[in-house]
């Protein structure tokens, strides 16, 4: 029989997570000393001296100092609180010489972010530092009690804890029931000691986050960065699918056509019956050869998307599917043809693993606005187990890449056995 796991809150106190956050504290307070003084005296000093070259680089040593103290501070977060906070951008300047390096690093907010926490952490570390210890001691000491409650009358010369004394007699706690319930007071220290340490924590971890990251401006820039290599990727990879198409399709056919033509011609005087089956041939190749192409420009770009816009071309894809789908689109205006491209193409690729893998017997596509969103949704009942992980830009990774680049989001879903939902975000412009 399995046994049956024990409450949060009785685990809480022998957690690992536990103990970490406590020895985080405790070195917390000497290293937030240390950073508060040399902080403050080395600003100080450069501030001073501002009215002098000296105070120059003084000042931006401090800032650069700050900035080694924040990959400690990050370093610590990391290994004890399990918090992963990215390096700011790094300092650098337009020559490369030292006095670059001071006005880039005088001019980053990173910098001075990182001295604000040196100042802004010292009072937090002290009260933080003074509640841990106090509940730790106090709860351990408490719980503990009757395991080394004989140590008062044997050192000590009294009969336990002492409560109240005076000139005339004293209080102290050294019967059963004083001493059980001395320890269940301390229990409950013991108990609610964690939560208020993560609660205490979480100050830290808003500190950590942020004031000794990346700027949201910083962090948006890389976001952008990645985004713009996706969509670079993206157009290479159909670049690169449409020339694979052109080559082992319809380009194959015509030469095929070209070579069946050349024969007809030859045989016309001389077999017209040979030369007419050759015509009649290169005819179904002609039909086989638009057809191709037909289809590979509607995967670059269906003209019915441009003429009629999202109703009319996800109803057409819906047709196309060998699985009955219901199509509901319900938009006041068109969105600008980016969007509505991507969008296009996301509900075709979903409803393309609907036919392949999901084994289902109806689909339902939903596209609808819902303030400065477009909403796609796209579900079937078949068996489910769709995952939006991987790689490679394929599958709904690569399809969650591509929506992730235009700022969108992509949900999936899809418990075993189904049904399976997929839900896109997209920004709405219209």
Request: hydrophobic letters at 50%; glycine letters at 10%; proline letters at 5%.
């Amino acid at each position: 029989m399995a046994s049956l796991p024990l409450p949060a809150a009785i685990r809480a106190p022998f957690e690992a997570r536990t103990w970490r956050a406590v020895l985080y504290v405790l070195i917390g307070l000497p290293l937030s000393i240390c950073w508060f003084a040399l902080s403050v005296a080395l600003v100080s000093a450069g501030a001073g001296l501002l009215i002098t070259f000296l105070g120059v680089p003084i000042l931006a040593g401090a800032l650069g100092m700050c900035r080694g103290f924040g990959a400690v501070e990050r370093a610590r977060a990391r290994g004890l609180l399990g918090l992963d906070v990215a390096a700011p951008e790094p300092v650098r300047g337009r020559t490369g010489g030292a006095f670059s390096w001071m006005g880039a690093m005088l001019k980053s907010g990173a910098s001075w972010r990182h001295l604000l926490y040196a100042v802004l952490h010292m009072p937090w570390a002290v009260f933080s530092f003074s509640v841990t210890v106090a509940l730790w001691a106090w709860g351990w000491s408490l719980f503990t009690y009757p395991l080394w409650q004989w140590v008062f009358p044997a050192w000590v010369g009294q009969d336990g804890i002492q409560l109240y004394g005076d000139a005339t007699h004293a209080l102290y706690l050294d019967a059963p029931f004083e001493i059980a319930v001395t320890s269940a007071i301390g229990l409950v220290f013991v108990l609610i000691g964690p939560w208020v340490l993560r609660g205490l924590l979480s100050v830290d971890r808003l500190l950590v986050s942020g004031l000794l990251g990346p700027s949201r401006l910083a962090s948006r820039v890389t976001e952008l960065e990645s985004d713009r290599g996706v969509v670079v990727d993206t157009a290479a990879a159909d670049l690169r699918r449409i020339e694979r198409d052109l080559h082992d399709g319809a380009q194959a056919r015509l030469a095929a056509l070209a070579m069946d033509l050349g024969l007809a011609k030859e045989k016309l005087a001389r077999d017209p019956h040979a030369a007419a089956v050759l015509v009649d041939e290169a005819h179904g190749e002609v039909k086989l050869a638009l057809q191709e192409l037909r289809d590979l420009a509607r995967g670059i770009h269906p003209a019915v998307l441009t003429d009629r816009g999202l109703d009319a071309a996800l109803s057409a894809v819906a047709s196309r599917c060998s699985v009955p789908v219901s199509v509901d689109v319900d938009l006041p205006a068109r969105p600008v043809p980016a969007i509505e491209g991507i969008a296009y193409f996301t509900v075709s690729e979903l409803l393309q693993n609907v036919t392949r893998h999901s084994g289902a017997r109806r689909a339902w596509v939903d596209v609808w606005r819902t303030e400065n969103r477009l909403m796609l949704q796209v579900r079937d009942d078949g068996v489910g187990g769709a995952v939006a992980s991987g790689g490679g830009g394929t599958g709904l990774a690569g399809l969650a890449e591509r929506v992730g680049a235009v700022d969108g989001v992509l949900a999936v879903d899809s418990p075993a056995g189904g049904p399976t939902t997929v839900t896109v975000e997209l920004p709405w412009r219209a």
